[in-house]
């Protein structure tokens, strides 16, 4: 079955960075765009980023610009998001995501990372 | 970029009873193919969410066939015909129309009275 294995969370300062990394098993990674999407504490869904199945492109959101990078290695199935100068408001649960608005009866979501920007 | 206003923002409905949550759009969802990127997700407490509604009104496999999902152009509907006690938590809808970035709304709250 498909799986989505989010790591890497954890407690970090304000202008810290963190790499969070998903292992995707059970369906063809190389063939899918991926995404991350976010949940601050007691808030709603907010997508971070996405890239193309083959690496090609990349999409953030804006507030992230410059300061995120996501990138896969299809070779492991590995998923990653590199953040870097962390703010206090990128604090929330990160989730790995298949998201494909057109995909029938595929869409999976990892069980999420944590992290928090405090000092 | 485009945004989904959902209402209500709480839902207490009573076991067995039916319910409906709207979801408007600041913009069409139609996209130049045709096709109409309008998806519900459901998160139960403690989870990750789950996609239950796909292009407006398909349900994915293993979603009860309680939930049903219609509309068109900027208006769209999620309905339960019976809530049962598993369908507590928080409802969202989401474009992949018009992106990046894909937009979610704000969420719905539902439980049990």
């Known amino acids: 079955q498909v799986q989505l294995v989010e790591s890497g969370g954890g407690v970090v300062q304000p202008g810290g960075s963190l790499r969070l990394s998903c292992v995707a098993s059970g369906f063809s990674f190389r063939n899918y765009g991926m995404h991350w999407v976010r949940q601050a504490p007691g808030k709603g869904l907010e997508w971070v980023a996405f890239i193309q199945y083959d690496g090609s492109y990349e999409y953030y959101v804006e507030s992230v610009k410059g300061r995120f990078t996501i990138s896969r290695d299809n070779s492991m199935n590995t998923l990653d998001l590199q953040m870097n100068s962390l703010r206090p408001e990128d604090t929330a649960v990160y989730y790995c995501?298949?998201?494909?608005?057109?995909?029938?009866?595929?869409?999976?979501w990892g069980q999420g990372t944590r992290v928090t920007v405090a000092s | 970029d485009v945004v989904l206003a959902q209402s209500p923002l709480s839902l207490p409905v009573t076991l067995g009873q039916p319910a409906s949550i709207s979801c408007r759009s600041s913009?069409?969802?139609?996209?130049?193919?045709?096709?109409?990127?309008l998806s519900w997700f459901q998160q139960r407490p403690g989870q990750s969410p789950r996609r239950l509604i796909y292009?407006?009104?398909n349900r994915d496999s293993g979603v009860p066939d309680r939930f049903s999902g219609s509309g068109s152009g900027t208006d769209f509907t999620l309905k339960i015909s019976r809530v049962e006690a598993e369908d507590v938590g928080v409802y969202y809808c989401m474009q992949g129309t018009h992106w990046p970035p894909p937009t979610f709304g704000q969420g719905t709250r539902l439980e049990i009275k």
């Open positions: 913009q069409s969802l139609v996209h130049s193919n045709g096709n109409t990127y």
């Open positions: 292009e407006v009104s």
């Open positions: 995501a298949t998201l494909c608005a057109s995909c029938h009866n595929f869409d999976h």
